[in-house]
């Protein structure tokens, strides 16, 4: 799969009017770890799978805050992510000061892809290597999905990371009961759908991150207790469904 | 190499003739100096006008159950000269918000260019996310509040009114030191000694005022201070602000009563 003639630079077209630096960069997001974000009429939820625990002390963060309305879930260069959650939090902050009121989640995602865009543009900057899922509330829920690509998708359920493609299946075919799902609910159809994702060499532990934001609720992530309490009723709730 | 050098901001050579500026060749005094008024330091090392020149005088806003009201005469004075006769001091700055303005009028229109650029921004989002009174207010603030730490504050004294997208009205009042305040009736200039309490002696203490109620005071309070405020005229405009429409309403005028005058003696 490789395209050497024209991969070089981020401003080179190839004759079939493809960037390729910009789908390397969509690799390096299917390279991270599955995560999932889901919303239903007043939530707005993001689960993570975890890195298994081994080599490092602290565990990898996927789930970052951002603001007590909004928060972001990512899989790829985690570097990357970091600068971005940076210029997020430092953008919502700002906008509290000057206006004392939360920063609507659409304009900052969209002030985000625009932030964005050039590094596909540029010669002398490259794609940034991450894929976020931002989950806000400000009326309502939202979900975002960013890409390397710039690309800004306002959705109802998605999936990113390796192998999300099932997840994606999963969310695709129990769209409907989203809207009017219950938190807990909809926290064990962010669990399922991560199950679905899963490979061989994960056992039953699994270590996830849960994170929801919704009406008259601040962005959170759940504890480890928590997350547990919620593994063990999505395996309850969700018998028949798992294959 | 030599590409950036311009643009790095150091200058080729000091102590020497500018070019373009004029170039004192006979040495000793300069032979060219700005009129006193303009080098002249201010009060506190102030080196900008802190006075007002042509103003506009006092603004009233009154809040109501559905929404907020703004009044303001239509003149703007040239120190005690009645000079601009038909200027609306009251504007709508979208369809949430309206907004009063009293002390320096170049000042207000100056920052009144501001907000209306941020609503074309607003608009060009195309996100149908509109500013909000609130918002609004508090950006003025930290502007206002910003240009008065710098000694080069904005002469201006502003009611800002309107209701947010859940319907709940908002009115407050900025002035030119940043001071940021908000209740059911705001006033700038004299309408704060002869208007505010007026009011506030109305004010229902288990309820909102209604439209007509709102309505009726502001005619008393704009007749009061076209009586006792020497720097007002009888014609005004009133801006209204609730969740279905909002817009300026007049020119009107307020009802005049001069037959007391003939029982004036001594002067």
Request: hydrophobic letters at 35%.
């Amino acid at each position: 799969m490789f395209r050497n003639k024209y991969d070089n630079d981020v401003t080179i077209w190839s004759p079939q009017g493809r960037l390729y630096q910009v789908e390397y960069a969509m690799e390096a997001v299917k390279q991270g770890m599955v995560t999932v974000g889901i919303k239903s009429q007043d939530y707005a939820v993001l689960v993570a799978l975890c890195r298994a625990e081994g080599h490092t002390n602290d565990i990898q963060r996927k789930i970052m805050p951002i603001d007590s309305h909004l928060g972001m879930s990512i899989a790829g260069l985690t570097a990357d992510a970091k600068q971005v959650c940076q210029y997020l939090r430092t953008e919502c902050m700002s906008y509290r000061h000057t206006y004392e009121a939360a920063y609507p989640v659409s304009r900052l995602v969209t002030n985000l892809g625009n932030k964005m865009q050039p590094t596909t543009q540029r010669y002398d900057r490259r794609p940034y290597g991450v894929g976020m899922l931002i989950a806000g509330y400000d009326l309502k829920p939202h979900i975002y999905q960013v890409m390397p690509s710039a690309n800004v998708m306002n959705c109802k359920a998605m999936a990113i990371g390796a192998r999300s493609q099932s997840s994606r299946t999963y969310l695709e075919r129990h769209l409907d009961s989203f809207l009017y799902s219950s938190k807990d609910e909809i926290i064990c159809h962010g669990i399922q759908a991560l199950r679905s994702s899963l490979g061989n060499d994960c056992g039953e532990n699994i270590k996830i991150t849960i994170a929801l934001v919704g009406k008259e609720q601040t962005f959170m992530t759940l504890s480890d207790e928590e997350c547990i309490k919620y593994l063990n009723m999505a395996q309850t709730l969700a018998k028949p469904d798992v294959q | 190499m030599l590409n950036n050098y311009q643009s790095s901001g150091y200058p080729l050579w000091s102590n020497g003739p500018t070019p373009g500026g004029f170039y004192n060749f006979t040495g000793g005094q300069q032979t060219h100096k700005l009129p006193s008024e303009l080098v002249t330091e201010g009060p506190y090392g102030t080196k900008r006008n802190t006075s007002s020149i042509t103003t506009g005088s006092s603004v009233l806003g009154i809040r109501f159950d559905e929404g907020v009201m703004i009044a303001a005469d239509t003149l703007v004075s040239y120190g005690s000269l009645a000079r601009y006769q038909d200027i609306h001091r009251v504007f709508k700055i979208n369809n949430n918000i309206i907004l009063g303005g009293s002390g320096d009028f170049a000042d207000i229109q100056s920052i009144k260019r501001n907000i209306d650029q941020k609503m074309i921004e607003d608009q060009y989002y195309d996100d149908q996310i509109t500013m909000k009174p609130k918002e609004l207010s508090s950006w003025l603030t930290r502007v206002l509040y910003g240009r008065r730490s710098r000694m080069n504050p904005l002469y201006i004294d502003v009611v800002v009114g309107g209701v947010d997208k859940q319907g709940v009205p908002f009115l407050g009042n900025v002035d030119l030191r940043g001071r940021a305040y908000e209740d059911y009736v705001v006033a700038t200039g004299f309408a704060r000694h002869l208007a505010l309490p007026l009011v506030r002696e109305r004010k229902p203490a288990d309820r909102d005022f209604t439209a007509q109620e709102a309505s009726d005071l502001i005619r008393k309070c704009m007749e009061v201070l076209y009586y006792r405020d020497t720097r007002n005229m009888s014609k005004y405009t009133v801006g209204v602000c609730t969740t279905s429409n909002c817009l300026v309403e007049g020119p009107y005028n307020v009802n005049e009563n001069w037959t007391f005058a003939a029982n004036i003696k001594g002067y």
